[in-house]
Antibody
Framework: EVQLVESGGGLVQPGRSLRLSCAAS????????MHWVRQAPGKGLEWVSG????????DYADSVKGRFTISRDNAKNSLYLQMNSLRGEDTALYYC????????????????WGQGTLVTVSS | DIQMTQSPSSLSASVGDGVTITCRAS??????LNWYQQKPGKAPKLLIY???SLQSGVPSRFSGSGSGTDFILTISSLQPEDFATYYCQQSHSTPQTFGQGTKVEIK
């Protein structure tokens, strides 16, 4: 059974940093691209970032480009999101999601999702 | 970036009704369009991938159609468990944008 478990969320002041983690199990992690998707309270889904199976292809939403960094450790079956210079508008539930392909934007879909970790940016 | 626009933003329907939700892309995305269902407090669930392929385990009352820029999600006979918010998402290019969502409520 595929499992994705996010951690690392919490309350952080504007301008500070936070690192999210996603522990994956139940599938061959390095066969698939992975993504972060967020959802602000009461709002819709926003794709944040994605990374190909071998970290060779990475992309970000314009709203986080230059502030967030996605990475993965295939030996540890883990996905990460380093979030710097956090803003109030980054407050959201952050989901880790598994692609059905090994790279992004390759006609894949987000077949499995974690339950999310909540990030609150406030002073 | 490719913009995805869903309509309507919300709708009210009764159990047994047929429902259609549309999703329009700002440029052609071939058939690289996915549909997700999200219930309150839960993670999204994949319903339809590649515009018209039903994800395993999803009831056959759900169907998808379209290609290019215009896509439709159809629920043939609404069931109580279908009241939720539905999102389209393109996987043609990054950023892999979502539509703003369509909330299906009980009439």
């Amino acid at each position: 059974e595929v499992q994705l478990v996010e951690s690392g969320g919490g309350l952080v002041q504007p301008g500070r940093s936070l690192r999210l983690s996603c522990a994956a199990s139940g599938f061959t992690f390095d066969d698939y691209a992975m993504h972060w998707v967020r959802q602000a309270p009461g709002k819709g889904l926003e794709w944040v970032s994605g990374i190909s199976w071998n970290s060779g292809s990475i992309d970000y939403a314009d709203s986080v480009k230059g502030r967030f960094t996605i990475s993965r450790d295939n030996a540890k079956n883990s996905l990460y999101l380093q979030m710097n210079s956090l803003r109030g508008e980054d407050t959201a539930l952050y989901y880790c999601a598994k692609d059905t392909r090994d790279r992004m934007a390759a006609a894949g879909s987000l077949q499995h999702w974690g339950q999310g970790t909540l990030v609150t940016v406030s002073s | 970036d490719i913009q995805m626009t869903q309509s309507p933003s919300s709708l009210s329907a009764s159990v047994g009704d047929g429902v259609t939700i549309t999703c329009r892309a700002s440029q052609s995305i071939s058939s690289y369009l996915n549909w997700y269902q999200q219930k309150p407090g839960k993670a999204p669930k994949l319903l339809i991938y590649a515009a018209s392929s039903l994800q395993s385990g999803v009831p056959s009352r759900f169907s998808g159609s379209g290609s290019g820029t215009d896509f439709i999600l159809t629920i043939s006979s609404l069931q109580p468990e279908d009241f939720a918010t539905y999102y389209c998402q393109q996987s043609h290019s990054t950023p892999q944008t979502f539509g703003q969502g369509t909330k299906v409520e009980i009439k």
